[in-house]
């Protein structure tokens, strides 16, 4: 029977599904304006939030050894409740410029922000598995939200097949460890994997690894990513390129620190040749675009290569914290940032699908200068250009692998960022070199969104010690 | 020669008949009644396995729910008049390898890990099925406490998402 | 411990006896005249229009999803009541919020008329 000390380990997670399943009961017979809807689940992402700042510094693990609660779940499930709130605000006018405004939306999103924090929290295998179906199928829904667009449907038909594809790379990984191990419990798995034989457990953890890759789209299990991103309204786009990639990247981290130190040789050097694949294929392929959301789509791709990066040397343990908390500060920048321009894109979105092109940014700085020098700030930033967040991250992270003894992946991770200058440029230069006419959308959140992840995207770049204090702590229990 | 295994050697041949009179059936509604069948035979080697439970969640679920909508897909497409469309170029060597792998894989679980390792033990014997049905609830309701509360929470959102995709508004535009 | 089956194993070899008896003597002894109107399926004497399967309405998919998933609620109710007692005033507690959940998705589901058949 559980304590009261399980309950405390899960506080923030219980509180928001609780609130999440009332949202959908006075959704559904009370609400008539769903405005209001949009404001109470704001509401419960802030409260949640304190709760979870609350618990900084606090340390505990629940329900048979389930969960934990560490300054690791703490850092990623602060993210995800920003990413959450942003996802609201990006939300909140689209959907009804777009003539998709349901309840459910939130609702869902809600539902999906749950599942993305209990895996961060999830210390057992199954508690993984069913924290990922919980946070994908939302996101399947809200891709396919725009039911009578045929890209939307596509978009989420397409998501769901190739999802439900990888979990099933992942159960059956999960399966081979048990077989292996004998157990789902990461800590146990830790404990019996020195006194097995490896290859069933080094199988079982390369499969997990695909189902896992699959959703923070590293090549080549990236191919749905960009036909998804295009299709789902892009409020939707915005959020699950942020949430779904947190998530993805803080299972992925916890599972391989605590259940597989033993098989980090060989799993260095897989993760070694899908990070420098997907930095390279995702940048290169993304140069070709002239649809600014498949192009954000193809820099995400190549983002989660830089992010993978941070994990390479995961088995050292004297290098795998400094890499891990340059890993957790660049997260905490690409969130910001890729939070930022797709309220950018969503500002130049009109209802019937124009203004997605990048040449439809031809000008803009002559007609609105706040949205195009924003919009430059986020361009460079993704460059990991001075003075803007992506810099330091980049920083940081390409100093952590270095001294990790991997120059030759540090080489390619900057070569790739030169590359990747190309195609970011060319937005900027449109913007202001080119002549053009465009609508924009004025909506107070959606300004705000932008505007305040232009200014973190500067002002915390000037000061980045504090967050990357922040990432130093938030080690794993 | 035990009972067991007599009856073993029955339902694998019923199996393996089954699976093939699913793949061979040129009607898409063939082939699901025949994959009923199918996990209705899985179901009774759950049973030899000492699972009732498994065997039961077989039945109501897979054998019962899941073919529905299977049935109702295949329907709902109309794919059991389609005529029978190109095979793709890559499909069959493709399969070819993929059942190979599989097929050294279970050879090497058997020949290496057929001796147990000791960390997997055999299922327990249990007198009765409810005997193990009490054991495995004590476990689900008890170390396995928050995986279920969770599923019920998984079911409500599957639910909610079946219906916003499904269902049209009142007054919605579909 | 597969003795306990014997009875469900002697239910389905009867029933399927039975449904071959029933076909077998029809077979047996029934006349056996066939012409082209008399394969044709019977449909109240009307002439036979197109296939036997036709394409269902997308309403019969969302009745089935409701049902697998209330099915699979229930599965989880066999292994609780068995060990209902052991497990005590907890488990029934943890039941009760399973439920209550999973009635917050069927009050939704009532109220958004996924129940009823326009």
């Known amino acids: 029977m559980p304590q009261p000390q399980d309950y405390q380990t899960l506080l923030p997670v219980i509180v928001l599904a609780v609130w999440a399943c009332a949202l959908l009961l006075l959704d559904s017979f009370l609400i008539q304006r769903k405005g209001l809807t949009a404001c109470l689940a704001a509401a419960g992402l802030a409260i949640t939030l304190g709760l979870t700042l609350s618990q900084i510094g606090r340390s505990s693990s629940g329900f048979s050894g389930m969960v934990v609660l560490d300054g690791f779940s703490t850092f990623i499930n602060a993210l995800q409740l920003v990413s959450g709130l942003l996802g609201v605000a990006l939300a909140y006018a689209y959907v009804k410029r777009m003539g998709i405004e349901r309840g459910e939306y939130y609702t869902l999103l809600l539902f999906s922000v749950v599942g993305m924090m209990l895996m961060a929290q999830a210390t057992d295998l199954i508690v993984v598995f069913i924290a990922l179906e919980m946070l994908s199928i939302p996101l399947y829904v809200l891709a396919a939200f725009n039911r009578t667009q045929a890209a939307s449907e596509e978009a989420g038909l397409k998501y769901f097949l190739l999802g439900a594809f990888s979990t099933g790379f992942l159960v059956y990984g999960i399966t081979l460890v048990y077989g292996a191990t004998a157990s789902t419990n990461l800590s146990a798995i830790f404990a019996a994997a020195s006194s097995t034989s490896n290859l069933l457990l080094t199988i079982g953890a390369a499969l997990i690894l695909v189902g896992f890759g699959f959703k923070v789209a590293v090549v080549p299990f990236h191919m749905w990513t960009p036909d998804v991103y295009q299709g789902a309204p892009t409020a939707v786009t915005g959020f699950m390129s942020s949430g779904a990639k947190i998530a993805g990247f803080a299972a992925l981290l916890r599972v391989f620190a605590t259940a597989f130190p033993a098989i980090a040789a060989d799993m260095t050097d897989i993760l070694w040749a899908l990070a420098a694949v997907t930095m390279i294929l995702g940048n290169l392929v993304a140069i070709s675009q002239t649809d600014i959301k498949r192009m954000l789509a193809y820099s995400s791709i190549a983002h989660a290569g830089y992010i993978l990066m941070a994990f390479v040397p995961y088995g050292n343990p004297a290098v795998a914290p400094v890499s891990i908390a340059a890993g957790l500060f660049y997260l905490a920048a690409y969130v910001i940032t890729n939070f930022g321009a797709w309220g950018v894109v969503i500002a130049l979105e009109q209802p019937d699908g124009k203004g997605l092109q990048i040449s439809d940014y031809s000008g803009l700085f002559w007609r609105k200068r706040g949205l195009a020098v924003a919009m430059t700030v986020f361009m460079l930033s993704l460059i990991g250009f001075p003075p803007t967040i992506g810099m330091v991250g980049k920083f940081y992270l390409f100093r952590a692998i270095i001294d990790g003894g991997f120059t030759g992946l540090a080489i390619i991770g900057v070569i790739a960022s030169l590359v990747s200058a190309f195609y970011y440029l060319r937005v900027v230069v449109n913007m202001f070199m080119r002549e053009g006419e465009q609508k924009i959308e004025r909506e107070f959140w959606l300004d705000l969104t932008w505007g305040a992840a232009a200014f973190l995207t500067v002002a915390i770049s000037l000061a980045p010690g504090w967050l990357f204090y922040l990432a130093s702590a938030a080690g794993l229990r | ?174 | 411990m597969l003795l306990e089956y014997l009875a469900i194993a002697l239910l389905l070899v009867v029933s399927t006896l039975v449904g071959l008896i029933a076909i077998g003597l029809g077979e047996l002894f029934g006349p056996k005249i066939k012409s082209k109107v008399k394969d044709e399926p019977y449909e109240s004497g009307m002439p036979v229009i197109g296939a036997g399967t036709r394409r269902m309405p997308v309403r019969f998919y969302l009745i089935a999803v409701l049902f697998i998933l209330f099915d699979i609620e229930v599965v989880f109710f066999l292994p609780w009541a068995v060990a209902f007692r052991q497990l005590g005033l907890f488990g029934m507690f943890e039941m009760v919020v399973f439920i209550v959940i999973l009635l917050v998705g069927y009050a939704y589901a009532w109220k958004k008329g996924a129940l009823e058949w326009e």
């Not at chain 2, 009179?21 to 069948?37: D, E, I, K, P, T």
């Open chain 2, 1 to 174: 020669m035990n009972i067991d295994f007599i009856l073993f050697l029955v339902l694998a041949l019923a199996a393996i008949a089954t699976a093939l009179g699913m793949l061979l059936s040129r009607n898409a509604v063939y082939s699901a009644l025949f994959l009923v069948l199918n996990f209705a035979v899985v179901a009774v080697f759950y049973l030899l396995l000492g699972a009732p439970f498994i065997a039961m969640a077989q039945v109501t679920v897979y054998a019962g729910a899941i073919m529905v909508l299977f049935l109702f897909v295949i329907m709902l497409l109309g794919a059991d008049e389609l005529a029978p469309g190109k095979a793709l170029p890559w499909q069959r060597p493709l399969a070819a390898t993929l059942a190979v792998v599989l097929v050294i894989e279970a050879a090497y679980l058997l020949l290496a890990r057929g001796a147990p390792s000791g960390l997997v033990t055999p299922p327990t014997e249990y007198t009765n099925s409810t005997e193990s049905l009490r054991e495995m609830a004590l476990a689900l309701f008890g170390q396995y406490l928050l995986p279920f509360e969770i599923t019920s929470i998984l079911l409500l959102v599957a639910m909610v998402g079946a219906i916003v995709l499904a269902k049209q508004e009142k007054g919605g535009r579909r």
